[in-house]
């Protein structure tokens, strides 16, 4: 299967009693990325409601495309520029974490370490707070990865009376309070302002200030919504690292920035480069306030960062459910059927069955 699955690109089989089409060549995995058709999510996606809600992972359709329209003023390069200063505020204190414990640097979980830093910039720069305990969400996080590879837990009547399921409530719980007080905060901030973002504002602002003025200007954003988000902004994009591999928000950040260090720690010449390169452009001087500008200049840097997120990509995967797929399977397959036409009966008058399995072979088209 694996095999095949490298030379031909494609692969199906049955996950319980669901069939499953893998795609791995990048031409094929186009037309599913390009295609309306593959909107749809599949059910690994339906665990992760009970904390993210209908955010931008597990929404889909109208309301999909509602809410990302919403959010795309706040999704921009330039907005990172107005926290430039709290982005190496939290850098430079795990700089100095890792100089006061030299000993500690012998066998580094970098993992760890760049999720924490990310989570925290993040968690300043969108919800104004400047540290929160992981402890909480690990814990949902662990226990839906366990559910998934459990299939009597995959029931929520049974899940639910689990210590698993009770832990997991109990998380999901603390996370939605710790976030609606964080938005709570910011209508209470942004109502004893006058100036704040109205209507869909054409400016980059900080993602909570547009939630909650898209909120105070009745623009059908719920208080249930923001929340949806903002779990699904922060949290999803940062820890989602032990649930389903195919979500959208595997850690992306902090996952990155971890294999990004392991590899140029194989890699001795690649760092001297890109030492030369920081310290030309930059200069030496470890805060890197006022390097908004200057970061596009490192393109040696730039190069070196896709090329590890090539090897080692954040989002190795995702999941849809196919609707409409002859018109692309057949632009790069010839089908050749292995099954005689006398094989196929109807049953019940609209159903074709056949008496023996429907066996094809895919061949690759050059």
């Known amino acids: 299967m694996t095999k095949s699955y490298r030379k031909e690109g494609l692969m199906i089989y049955l996950n319980g009693t669901s069939p499953f089409l893998g795609v791995y060549k990048a031409e094929l995995v186009g ?12 059910y690994p996606y339906n665990y992760l409601e009970g904390w993210l809600g209908k955010g931008l992972i597990t929404s889909k359709g109208s309301l999909w495309k509602k809410h990302r329209r919403l959010l ?9 520029g107005e926290f430039e200063s709290a982005i ?18 012998l ?13 925290n910039v993040l968690l300043e720069i969108v919800m104004g707070v400047d540290h929160v305990g992981p402890k909480e969400k690990q814990e949902y996080i662990d226990n839906v990865g366990l559910r998934l590879y459990k299939p009597w837990n995959l029931i929520d009547a049974c899940y639910d009376l689990t210590p698993d399921g009770k832990t997991y409530k109990r998380a999901v719980a603390k996370s939605r309070a710790f976030t609606v007080k964080a938005i709570e905060r910011k209508i209470q901030e942004l109502k004893e302002h006058s100036e704040r973002p109205e209507g869909r504002p054409s400016r980059k602002i900080a993602f909570l200030d547009l939630l909650v003025g898209l909120y105070l200007d009745g623009e059908q954003l719920s208080i249930e919504e923001m929340i949806d988000e903002v779990e699904t902004f922060i949290f999803a994009e940062t820890r989602l690292r032990n649930t389903y591999p195919m979500s959208q928000g595997h850690d992306t950040t902090g996952r990155a920035i971890a294999w990004a260090l392991f590899q140029l720690g194989h890699l001795p010449n690649i760092q001297k480069q890109l030492r030369e390169e920081f310290v030309s452009i930059l200069g030496t001087n470890s805060a890197c306030v006022g390097a908004n500008e200057k970061l596009k200049e490192l393109k040696y840097f730039d190069r070196v960062l896709k090329e590890c997120m090539r090897l080692y990509p954040s989002v190795p995967g995702f999941c849809r459910e196919l609707r409409v797929v002859l018109v692309n399977i057949l632009r790069n397959f010839e089908i050749r059927s292995k099954a005689p036409l006398e094989g196929i009966e109807m049953a019940e008058e609209i159903v074709l069955r056949p008496k023996r399995a429907l066996a094809v072979d895919f061949i690759r088209l050059e």
């Open 88 to 105: 190496s505020d939290h850098v430079s204190h795990l700089i100095e974490t890792m100089k006061k414990n030299p000993r500690d640097l």
């Open 31 to 42: 037309e599913v990325l390009s295609s309306p058709s593959f909107a749809e999510k599949l």
């Open 107 to 119: 066998d580094v979980d970098l993992s760890k370490w760049a999720i924490d830093c990310t989570i």
């Open 72 to 80: 795309t003023p706040s999704f921009h390069f330039k907005i990172l």
